[in-house]
């Protein structure tokens, strides 16, 4: 597995600094700039722990990952905000869950949504 860039922060470091460099961590600030750069350095390259933060992100908002086929639907399809009862109103919904089927919501006024068969970011069936 040949990589050009290697993350300058181990994987293992990403993880424990989480709860103090993530957005939804109310200390945030409990981390130096530079080391927060490193942080969302790691993220943005490291597809592990990427789908690793979406999946404790889920968490974080009192919902459970597993309960959907990949973590990128858990991820971006939130069932509840406080801000906004409808989700069709939400602009954090990316992806809705209909029934058994998942759909991306149209934003016309209407309740209306494209089917989607695949995840959106990781292909995986729906
Ligand atoms: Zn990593
Ligand atoms: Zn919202
Ligand atoms: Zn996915």
Known sequence: MARNRKP???????????????????????????????WFDHLNRCGDCSDWYMGESVKVRGEDPTAHPCVHVAYYGPTHCDEHPNPFDCPDVVVMKFGDEYGLPVRDGGTSYITIENCPWCGKHL
């Open 8 to 38: 300058r922060m181990s994987c293992t470091e990403f993880r424990e600094l989480y709860p103090v460099a993530s957005e939804l961590n109310p200390e945030k600030g409990a981390i130096d700039g530079p080391t927060q750069d490193m």
